[in-house]
C-alpha cells in the first residue's frame, strides 16, 4: 500500500483497524466513526475514551439515536 510517508502509512493503519473493528462487531463503519468523532467533538473526556470503542459504542450509540450502528457495511 501506498500512501506517501510513514506516518500517512501509520494513520492509514489506525483507521482501518477502527473500520475493521467496527465491522467484526457487526457495526456500520460510516455510522460508528460518525458517532466517535461526534463524541469527541462535544467534548468526550479523554480517560473515558474506551467508551468510543466499538464493543462499548453499541449500547451509547442506539441511547443516543434511538437505535443501533448496525446496518449496510459500506
Same mark, same amino acid.
Given at each position: 500500500?501506498?500512501?506517501?510517508?510513514?506516518?500517512?502509512?501509520?494513520? %492509514?493503519?489506525? #483507521? +482501518?483497524? #477502527?473500520?475493521?473493528?467496527?465491522?467484526?462487531?457487526?457495526?456500520? /463503519? +460510516?455510522? +460508528? #466513526?460518525?458517532?466517535?468523532?461526534?463524541?469527541? %467533538?462535544?467534548?468526550?473526556?479523554?480517560?473515558?475514551?474506551?467508551? #468510543?470503542? /466499538?464493543?462499548? %459504542?453499541?449500547?451509547?450509540?442506539?441511547?443516543?439515536?434511538?437505535?443501533?450502528?448496525?446496518?449496510?457495511?459500506?
Amino acid at each position: 500500500m501506498f500512501v506517501g510517508a510513514e506516518k500517512g502509512g501509520e494513520t %492509514a493503519a489506525n #483507521l +482501518y483497524t #477502527l473500520i475493521g473493528t467496527a465491522k467484526a462487531n457487526g457495526m456500520d /463503519p +460510516y455510522a +460508528y #466513526l460518525r458517532h466517535v468523532i461526534t463524541r469527541i %467533538a462535544d467534548g468526550h473526556k479523554i480517560n473515558e475514551i474506551v467508551q #468510543l470503542l /466499538p464493543w462499548n %459504542a453499541k449500547a451509547t450509540f442506539a441511547a443516543r439515536n434511538g437505535r443501533g450502528c448496525e446496518g449496510v457495511i459500506l
